[in-house]
């Protein structure tokens, strides 16, 4: 069964940078299209960026141009490098498989202070 760990998460202040990892064990990752979400506080969990297992990305309009998601099919990690942060960025940041999802992860905190 695919085990997803969401790492990299933190506190920082607007127009700062993060960048979070999501390794995965078990499963065929390189086969897999992946995606970051993120879930704020009362709200609905939402998709922030994709990546096919061909390497073609895209993005949520709240975040083009500041976020940029990657993939090392080698180390079965992706990535996403978050610039020019803002307050309304803070949610628990989640990776999971586009399409059928596997098991959600814990998540990592990203707390963006005014």
């Known amino acids: 069964q695919v085990q997803l760990v969401e790492s990299g998460g933190g506190l920082v202040q607007a127009g700062g940078s993060l960048r979070l990892s999501c390794a995965a064990s078990?499963?065929?990752?390189?086969?897999?299209?992946m995606g970051w979400f993120r879930q704020a506080p009362g709200m609905q969990r939402e998709v922030v960026a994709t990546?096919?297992?061909?390497?073609?990305?895209g993005y949520a309009d709240s975040v083009k141009g500041r976020f940029t998601i990657s993939r090392d099919n080698a180390k079965n990690t992706v990535f996403l490098q978050m610039n020019s942060l803002k307050p309304e960025d803070t949610a628990v940041y989640y990776c999971?498989?586009?399409?059928?999802?596997?098991?959600w992860g814990q998540g990592t905190q990203v707390t963006v202070s005014a």
């Open positions: 990546i096919t297992r061909g390497g073609s990305t």
């Open positions: 078990g499963g065929i990752f390189s086969s897999y299209g």
């Open positions: 999971n498989r586009i399409g059928v999802p596997l098991n």
